[in-house]
T-cell receptor
Framework: DSGVTQTPKHLITATGQRVTLRCSPR?????VYWYQQSLDQGLQFLIQ???????AKGNILERFSAQQFPDLHSELNLSSLELGDSALYFC?????????????FGPGTRLLVL | SQQGEEDPQALSIQEGENATMNCSYK?????LQWYRQNSGRGLVHLIL?????REKHSGRLRVTLDTSKKSSSLLITASRAADTASYFC????????????FGKGTKLTVNP
């Protein structure tokens, strides 16, 4: 158990809908990262937040957005969903905004868009 | 875009044998990390090696890093059926953010 929690574990929705994925980092960790894992694209970095502020952006679509709240939990919002958004979405956390840190991954949310 | 490329894509061995997986990357890095993923589950951090380190050990794991060749290897000794999983290398690029850039992984099967 990494100490990172993600809800829900599974999500089934329809195209065009909007969903919110939630992540609680390990106690004391200030950085939260979101990754998407799909069969064709592999594991892709989406976005990083550090202590409430956006720190880095990766291959995140404009239809997707995220935020980190004062209690450090984070939410990833996916809107106008398409079939291709079906994937595993992982959240990870690390202690500091520091290049040498290990990231701890949550169990993921499996999203299926029908 | 993928930074690391693992090799081989799939590896099948018998219990007790050693498993070696390789990873090549393209840009200068701060560190390289290896993760394990059991089927459809979360990633588990195995080991982190910094760019100024050449070799690191953790239990049955041995990781080497050759920055001149931009490559790393993960050796699992005396493998067990429980080692069956996908193994990913991930890099933190020098001068960039702390994001991890993952390879496509090696799927390891250890047969009992």
């Amino acid at each position: 158990d990494s100490g990172v929690t993600q809800t829900p574990k599974h999500l089934i929705t329809a195209t065009g809908q909007r969903v919110t994925l939630r992540c609680s980092p390990r106690s004391g960790d200030l950085s939260v990262y979101w990754y998407q894992q799909s069969l064709d694209q592999g594991l892709q970095f989406l976005i990083q937040y550090y202590n409430g502020e956006e720190r880095a952006k990766g291959n995140i679509l404009e239809r997707f957005s995220a935020q980190q709240f004062p209690d450090l939990h984070s939410e990833l919002n996916l809107s106008s969903l398409e079939l291709g958004d079906s994937a595993l979405y992982f959240c990870a956390s690390s202690a500091r905004d520091y290049n040498q840190e290990t990231q701890y991954f949550g169990p993921g949310t499996r999203l299926l868009v029908l | 875009s993928q930074q690391g490329e693992e090799d081989p894509q799939a590896l099948s061995i018998q219990e007790g044998e050693n498993a070696t997986m390789n990873c090549s990357y393209k840009t200068s890095i701060n560190n390289l990390q290896w993760y394990r993923q059991n089927s459809g589950r979360g990633l588990v951090h195995l080991i982190l090696i910094r760019s100024n380190e050449r070799e690191k050990h953790s239990g049955r794991l041995r990781v080497t890093l050759d920055t001149s060749k931009k490559s790393s290897s993960l050796l699992i000794t005396a493998s067990r059926a429980a080692d069956t999983a996908s193994y990913f290398c991930a890099t933190v690029t020098q001068g960039g953010s702390e994001k991890l850039v993952f390879g496509k992984g090696t799927k390891l099967t250890v047969n009992p």
